[in-house]
């Protein structure tokens, strides 16, 4: 075994490499990969070593017959930070390949944690923005609409980051975003019906869907990273982890209802989403538009480095056609397969993580960052408002209860297997289509 002074930084550095992935919102399984990795370059035994991960707690232990060294290591903070996960990836191999010495290899992490993500606050801001007018297009609303819900979004987004740099609690921040998202949204609905009876407001700000906005505006606070990062710990036998970042989905999800929920209460907005139609009605091309946008625009959040955003965007293009061709057929008059939603959204989320998992070697990325933002735009916002609205305005009539569950239930499957079709291929099949990795 080495020497003493050497063995305990080896272990910090170690302990530092799975702390900044689990920071960053790696999942469980590609931190113990990584780690192990860095281990072997640090030249700690493998037989010997053993790493412990829990969602905020990380633990190694390196034991002969002799003595034993125990470091603990704390995961302060959580974010998603895909460009990190891709940095540590790459200098783990590098380290191995170039046999770094510690200081070269202390030196690399501290630049990865400390260096500036790649677009400013306001452009993640814009992102984000029209990432949720991309998410209204798709739920069928016109062009003025869709300026409205990203003009929502942009600050409602906005207002979350500087809520999450003066320290306010995460939850907070999502339930007030949410909630000036929602009645900006609202008030553009108002200024639409002014400019429709005034002589003097412009008339292209007049929306013939001026409340679809309300159903986008809040979707940029969407899960998808902790819940797809769930999915995947579940199914590589990181139940514990996993139990963890479904908890925090949750509180995530509840907190984003409830501000959205308020902010329909104070406004005394009616219930417009049960008559909104879920079979699509704008033009293939600018679905295929919309998707591209709305995975540009949380690539962006996610911090998606730039030169991989095209392949982003036909990733998101493909997903939503996938989906839209599955989903839909005869029945509703489209061509297609008609096997509903459910269904098709796992297609859609399936087929492009299994082309993730085939270009993760040759674009050199994590398949997350290629996968995630790509599957984003299928989120089913209608199924979702029309739950809320359906357990907000309940007044003890017969059948409430069953329409409100109905959509939630719907909602929550079609999220989950979104999720399912990311993390099933990358788990089980990206192994024995990129054999090396």
Not at 124 to 140: E, K
Request: glycine share 8%; hydrophobic share 50%.
């Amino acid at each position: 075994m080495m020497n003493q002074e050497n063995l305990q930084r080896s272990l910090d550095l170690l302990l530092r490499t799975g702390c900044l992935l689990m920071e960053s919102a790696a999942d469980t399984s590609r931190t113990m990969r990584t780690m192990k990795r860095v281990a072997a370059f640090l030249g700690l035994p493998l037989e010997r070593l053993n790493i412990y991960i829990v969602y905020n707690m990380l633990m190694v232990n390196l034991s002969d017959d002799e003595c034993s060294y125990t470091k603990f290591q704390r995961v302060e903070k959580h974010g998603v930070n895909l460009d990190t996960l891709r940095q540590v990836s790459h200098l783990s191999c590098k380290a191995m390949q170039l046999h770094y010495q510690l200081d070269s290899y202390e030196q690399a992490l501290d630049y990865i944690a400390h260096q500036q993500r790649n677009y400013s606050p306001w452009q993640v801001a814009v992102g984000g923005g029209l990432a949720c007018g991309g998410f209204c297009i798709q739920f069928g609303c016109d062009r003025t609409a869709f300026f409205y819900a990203a003009s929502a979004a942009i600050l409602g987004l906005r207002l979350r980051m500087l809520l999450r740099q003066k320290g306010s609690n995460a939850y907070v921040n999502i339930g007030v975003a949410a909630f000036v998202s929602t009645l900006l949204a609202w008030a553009f609905s108002l200024l639409s019906a002014s400019a429709q009876n005034s002589s003097w407001l412009p008339q292209m700000l007049v929306s013939s869907t001026p409340w679809h906005p309300l159903l986008a505006c809040a979707l940029f606070i969407v899960t998808g990273v902790p819940l797809i990062n769930f999915v995947s710990d579940m199914l590589s036998g990181y139940t514990q982890v996993g139990m963890t970042r479904a908890a925090n989905t949750l509180m995530m999800l509840l907190a984003m209802a409830f501000g959205i929920a308020f902010a329909i209460q104070v406004c005394g907005i009616d219930n417009f989403a049960k008559d909104l139609p879920m079979t699509p009605h704008h033009a293939y091309d600018e679905y295929m538009l919309a998707a591209a946008i709305s995975a540009i625009g949380f690539s962006m959040i996610f911090n998606t480095p730039r030169h991989l955003m095209w392949v982003v965007a036909l990733g998101g293009i493909i997903s939503v056609c996938t989906r839209n061709f599955v989903n839909l057929g005869p029945s509703s008059g489209n061509i297609g397969l008609d096997q509903g939603l459910v269904v098709g959204s796992f297609a859609g989320s399936a087929v492009v993580s299994i082309i993730c998992c085939a270009l993760v070697h040759r674009l050199h990325t994590p398949h997350q960052l290629l996968s995630i933002p790509s599957v984003i735009p299928m989120i089913p916002g209608v199924l979702m408002y029309r739950a809320l609205f359906a357990f907000i305005n309940m007044h003890g009539v017969e059948g409430e209860v069953t329409v409100a569950m109905n959509n939630a239930i719907q909602a929550s499957l079609i999220i989950l297997f979104i999720a399912l079709g990311v993390a099933i291929p990358n788990v089980f099949f990206r192994r024995m289509i990129s054999p090396r990795g």
